[in-house]
């Protein structure tokens, strides 16, 4: 069995902030190899590729090796490339193949994208490891269709086959990612920090946000969590974004991780997400220690209510009380706002504005208000006085252009013209605005 996976590139019009590999196909490429089947990877993002380039490499591919499945893999920001590519496979390569989708969009609306997409033949939902390995054993016959797990498919009758079979991965038992189904030389050229992961899930549950959905909250275990660095390492990279939704969740999860690192001898540079809740003086002195450079904290509003609606709870003294603890440990910090945030105003983000000339972030985020599959903002509008939306927006890449959202309180004109005033107010170093990166 030949399995080709395909990482799409971001719409036009959106620069490159990060390019990071996939760790779900890494891991997924080492599923495949060791069942005893083949897997390679056409990496759009790293190369750029367009659809034409994609299309040709395809058939080339095809003619040195029959390709049986191809798995694209796609976030909300990248749907709309993956519509184009799903047609692309298609005409590139007949239909003897099967072609498989994975990510948000198919997590939460499965049924829906096998019917909006006709020439799909496979949505995974959620993790998709297992996902995988069935959907392989289904093509060899040696399954039903019925014993799919985390996936809807097409039946050879046309039918759409939703068996809403869920299965947890222990991640443990998954094999380490395979880095090289990249072009590893590729990343190093770009940026010598790349991407590594401690975890599945949040344990936060803000209504915005379709990470904390996508997963339960799971852990691997510190010990082959370092495993996995030192291999980096050893490749050639220095630093390393730990991508967990929040890494250091806990003072013992921290104590455990430092002490694996005292014990291998290890030296790094890294960074991670970590929840402004999270922040006190324990973790930011240890991570400091420990080679951290900076953090990422999603403040997103200061409206106290508004943090309510989001779940987040946070007034604007704690998160001044947070942000005073990583001044006091020089830890650069990267801040996030949205821009739109249910129940915010005009008056909202001059405070927003306010707060920034007082933090001087080192970098900051300017979210549009975004609506995503999966999160009760989007499955309850009316609940945050959303205005009316298309609810399959990232099938196009208006979004990326013009503001797509709005609430009563800030409609799309108005984020749009709020976006513009504060990207462009120098408080900080780089800002970063609807995936466009700007330096002041």
């Not at 590729?49 to 390709?67: G, P, R, S, T, V």
């Not at 072009?183 to 992961?197: C, G, K, L, Q």
């Not at 929040?246 to 003072?251: I, L």
């Not at 001044?327 to 910090?333: A, L």
Request: with cysteine.
């Amino acid at each position: 069995m030949k399995v080709i996976f395909i990482t799409l590139d971001y719409p036009t019009g959106i620069n490159d902030y990060l390019i990071l590999p996939s760790l779900d196909f890494a891991v997924m490429s080492s599923v495949v190899k060791e069942n005893g089947d083949n897997c390679e990877l056409i990496d759009m993002r790293i190369n750029h590729y367009d659809m034409y380039q994609l299309e040709h490499l395809l058939i080339a591919k095809n003619k040195i090796e029959k390709i049986d499945l191809v798995c694209i893999e796609s976030i909300c920001n990248t749907h709309f490339n993956a519509v184009k590519a799903i047609k692309v496979c298609r005409h590139a390569l007949g239909d003897d193949i099967v072609i498989a989708l994975r990510g948000e969009v198919t997590t939460f609306l499965p049924v829906q994208t096998l019917e909006r997409n006709a020439e799909l033949d496979v949505a995974f939902v959620g993790e998709s490891e297992r996902a995988l390995l069935d959907i392989i054993d289904y093509m060899k016959g040696t399954i039903t269709e019925r014993d799919i797990h985390n996936a809807c498919l097409r039946n050879k009758n046309g039918e759409i086959i939703n068996n809403n079979n869920c299965y947890t991965s222990n991640l443990n038992h998954l094999p380490l990612p395979d880095r090289e189904v990249y072009d590893i030389s590729a990343y190093i050229r770009r940026d010598s920090e790349t991407i590594v992961r401690s975890s599945r899930g949040c344990p936060g549950n803000c209504s915005f946000c379709i990470k904390t959905k996508m997963s339960k909250f799971r852990l691997f275990t510190i010990k082959r969590f370092c495993d996995e660095i030192e291999i980096l390492q050893r490749y050639g990279f220095q630093s390393f974004f730990f991508s967990d939704d929040t890494f250091a969740f806990s003072d013992q999860r921290l104590s455990d991780f430092a002490e694996e690192i005292l014990k291998r001898k290890m030296h790094i540079r890294w960074t991670s997400n970590l929840r402004i809740k999270d922040i006190n003086e324990y973790k930011i002195k240890t991570m400091k220690e420990l080679g951290a450079y900076r953090v990422f904290v999603g403040i997103e509003t200061i409206n106290s209510a508004s943090q309510k609606l989001a779940n987040k709870n946070l007034t604007k003294q704690e998160v001044m009380d947070k942000i005073s603890i990583l001044k006091k440990y020089n830890m650069e910090f990267h801040a996030s706002f949205i821009i739109g945030a249910p129940g915010d105003t005009e008056e909202d983000l001059v405070e927003i504005e306010k707060l920034l000339s007082e933090i001087k972030p080192t970098l900051v985020t300017f979210n549009q208000l975004k609506l995503f599959p999966g999160t009760d903002i989007y499955n309850s509008p009316e609940k945050y006085n959303i205005l009316p939306f298309d609810p399959y927006w990232f099938e196009k890449d208006d979004w990326v252009y013009y503001p797509v959202f709005g609430t009563k309180e800030l409609p799309p004109s108005q984020i749009n013209k709020w976006t513009k005033r504060l990207y462009l107010i120098p408080y900080h170093k780089d800002v970063i605005a609807n995936g466009a990166t700007f330096k002041n």
